[in-house]
């Protein structure tokens, strides 16, 4: 039975912000079908009672002093962009 | 012999008997590098070769004049930090992560060649490197493990003194295995995560690849420790390493878990690892059978759980602040991340991605995210339970030696099968460290893994030093 049919790998590629190839889609429909049919055998295992593990370490909110410190400075925070303008970051239009 | 063939720790002494300087080993190495990498392939941007013989900064630190070789997902101030992917093409990151910091302060040269990998660390044998495959330094058609497999075949390969490396699923290990070198990933949390651009954030370790385990002792101290800016690193007095190197195992008890050795496992791999197990019996080490039932299930999990990070960590690449910009013209902002998305990323990634999004899903959350974080609790139990009798475990670290480039491409499942003995360790957080301990019929190097409790980095080396200095792997070195 399909897990996962190509219109789901459709939307959730688009919830991922990925534009995928009709030939990707079709290729990574197969490919994930596969992976989850694989990754399915975990439904054999009695979970009951168990709690989950999301991180290792018994550590949680590491706090720090809220003091104010430099910060990098524009030219550097900006040097990396594909596109910029002045002191900004340029990016296609956002408010109709 | 020539410096690039000496380890680190021998370079230090020739140093400091005046047998050589920091000028001559920078200029052996590059000479090195020029010479072998156009077939080994274990660099990417080799016009920045230029830049290998750097002279050392003003440091009288151990590492003083010393080169490492930095994987393309490490943050290196100025110097370009791909992670070997389009989508980040260009970049130059405008800060050194934690472990450069440290290592510069140590005195080292970071190469300003970075070393190949998979694509954001998504693989097991450097194929899915937008710079095409590194080669292993054994067998040139084979490939050298993954994701760290640039670090792996430079350390191989004597292009590399020392070299750094990232391991969330084996991606160190399991390199150091078909490169024939010594690997470790610490126990997380060991070593600062800050600058390592991430993959998935619970499971990922920087570690060293050396050439044998003094060196990894040696790099181990200068990377560990708390860093302020990494909330997950672990405020824990470092040990000095390098005194852990004993040459002696007696009366230690070590677990072989026998779902280790089952289908799947190579007959000449599993044959030199019982001769590993005989030479540390010999040497007076207790090696005994133990069970670590849920191990079948880290695959499966991890690939789950490791996805699920990897979808959230990944959002970050919208062609806004860093990277690659689709050339499309687009009429709006979706458009423009779907797009950028679309063509930066590989296949690997694009897979992983969509993957990890579908299992956070709404109406699949329960079903495969919480259900895998509940079985990565059953599996940190098992450890949990041996280690409360034994001081290591014993294992393969790959159930096969380097298999054949292409042999793996097609098919995603066998590629993530490959990892099956490196996984559990990231899932747990415990250390692990690969050795040599042979050599296959084809003369491919196989790796033993050991692995400790939590902050049980002194046992590896304990164990890994003794086995290390009664036998000659470590010496052997690929004909180039």
Known sequence: ?96 | MPEFQLTAHELIEQVNNKNTTVQKIAESLKKRILETDPKVKAYVRLEHAQSASKPAGESSGILKGIPVSIKDNICTDGINTECCSKILSGFKPPYDATVIKKLKDAGATILELKTNMDEFAFGSSTENSCFGPTRNPWNLECVPGGSSGGSAAAVGADEAILAIGSDTGGSIRQPASFCGVVGMKPTYGRVSRYGLIAFASSLDQIGPLTKDTRDAAILMNVISGHDPMDSTSVDAPVPDYTKALTKDVKGLKIGVPKEYFVEGLDPQVKTIIEEAINKLKSLGAECKPVQLPHTKYAVPVYYIIATAEASSNLARFDAVQYGYRTAERVKNLIEMYCKTRGEGFGDEAKRRIILGTFALSHGYYDAYYLRALKVRTMIKQDFDQVFKEFDCILTPTSPTAAFKIGEKTNDPLKMYLSDIYTISVNLAGIPAISLPCGFTKNSLPVGLQLLAKPFGEEMLFRVAHTYEQNTEWHKIKPKL
Do not use: C, W
Not at chain 1, 25 to 39: G, H, K, P, Y
Not at chain 1, 61 to 71: A, C, G, I, Q, Y
């Open chain 1, 1 to 96: 039975m399909s897990i996962i049919s190509k219109e789901t790998v459709q939307y959730v590629a688009h919830l991922s912000r990925i534009e995928l190839k009709e030939k990707e889609l079709e290729v990574l429909s197969v490919q994930l079908e596969a992976i989850l049919d694989f990754i399915d055998q975990l439904k054999e295992i009695d979970i009951a009672n168990i709690p989950p593990t999301s991180h290792i370490l018994p550590v949680n909110n590491v706090l720090r002093e809220d003091s104010p410190k430099p910060s990098l400075p524009t030219e550097k925070v900006l040097a990396n962009s594909p596109e910029k303008e002045g002191n900004s970051f340029v990016v296609p239009k956002v408010i109709e």
